[in-house]
């Protein structure tokens, strides 16, 4: 009898921790459907703000869809730029699998294809300009704030548009340099190049204007206002979530506090995170604790290790 009373709890457990690994199974899989549902929509306003606006009015930003933008106005060639886009993002693909890993290389992978897709698709579909041709600054402002949300949508939902998006993250990562900034700095070379086929230095100007807008955008886009977010997470579960946070290369700081309404002893995680790790923290306090109580504050400035450099 015993061993019958004693069987009984492990198999409700048992059961109890199966149904849990399907709750949790289930919510990782909406998350990676939700996660690919806004990479598309920003990859297609990417490409949107592209072939509708900058191609139109034949203005150049940087990227490699920069690059096949120039080669497609050179060769007078529409087919071109998604061809170049594809060729160049082979190669800086291999670069990202290596830094990275597989699994963000997979959905860099994956964009790559929708991109080159998209930019076809939608050059059959928009003949005519979407603003008047003499209203250049318009298309500059309109592309580039399009492309800049598409491009944010894409690396905050973990997926990336290839090209040198890949360089602006390994500046991120490296030098903690904005990754709206980085991108504006290393595609100031390709507008310029736009010189050699036009002749025309509206040209440039109209290009520097459309990259600064999208690069400024997508800051915004990912970081907001401000850089870092700073939680402060009550839970009995403390130890796995820290755990987990550690993971991700963030240091957790466990604090003893007394909870003065039921008069119990607690324990308080404070967490620094740059704000586009903050929807990762989120979902790991759901995960291992869906009842925890969090407390999170955007933080104007965090200096020190894996944060900005303390400048004096």
């Not at 139109?56 to 060639?77: C, D, F, N, P, R």
């Not at 964009?111 to 318009?138: A, H, N, R, W, Y």
């Not at 403390?238 to 946070?245: V, W």
Request: charged share 20%.
């Amino acid at each position: 009898m015993k061993t019958s009373t004693e069987k009984q709890p492990r198999k409700l457990d048992l059961k109890k921790v199966k149904l849990e690994k399907v709750k949790l199974d289930r919510k990782i899989l909406v998350r990676e459907i939700q996660d690919d549902f806004f990479i598309l929509i920003g990859l297609f306003l990417y490409a949107f703000g592209w072939v509708g606006f900058f191609l139109q009015a034949e203005i150049t930003t940087g990227g490699v869809t920069g690059i096949g933008a120039l080669i497609s106005y050179a060769t007078k060639t529409p087919a071109a730029m998604p061809l170049t886009y594809f060729g160049i993002n082979a190669i800086l693909l291999a670069i990202s699998i290596k830094v990275f890993g597989f699994k963000f290389s997979l959905k860099t992978i994956c964009c790559v294809f929708v991109m080159t897709f998209l930019l076809s698709f939608l050059q059959t579909i928009i003949k005519q300009p979407l603003v008047d041709q003499s209203e250049g600054f318009m298309s500059c402002v309109l592309g580039g704030v399009l492309c800049g949300v598409g491009i944010g949508l894409v690396i905050n939902y973990k997926g990336s548009t290839g090209g040198t998006d890949i360089v602006a993250l390994l500046l991120n990562k490296y030098y903690h340099i904005s990754i709206g900034k980085a991108m504006l700095m290393t595609d100031l070379v390709i507008i310029s190049s736009s010189y050699f086929i036009f002749h025309d230095i509206s040209k440039i100007v109209y290009g520097l204007i459309a990259m600064a807008v999208s690069s400024y955008t997508v800051d915004m886009v990912i970081n907001g206002a401000r850089q870092s977010e700073q939680f402060m997470i009550f839970s009995d579960k403390y130890d796995r979530i820290a755990t987990e946070i550690n993971k991700l290369h963030r240091g957790c700081t466990v604090l003893d506090g007394v909870g003065w309404y039921t008069k119990k002893d607690v324990k308080v995680l404070i967490v620094m995170v740059k704000k586009n790790e903050a929807l990762t923290v989120m979902r790991i306090v759901n995960d291992n604790d869906p009842k925890a109580f969090i407390s999170q504050t955007s933080v104007r400035g965090v200096y020190g290790y894996g944060f900005n450099p303390l400048k004096v």
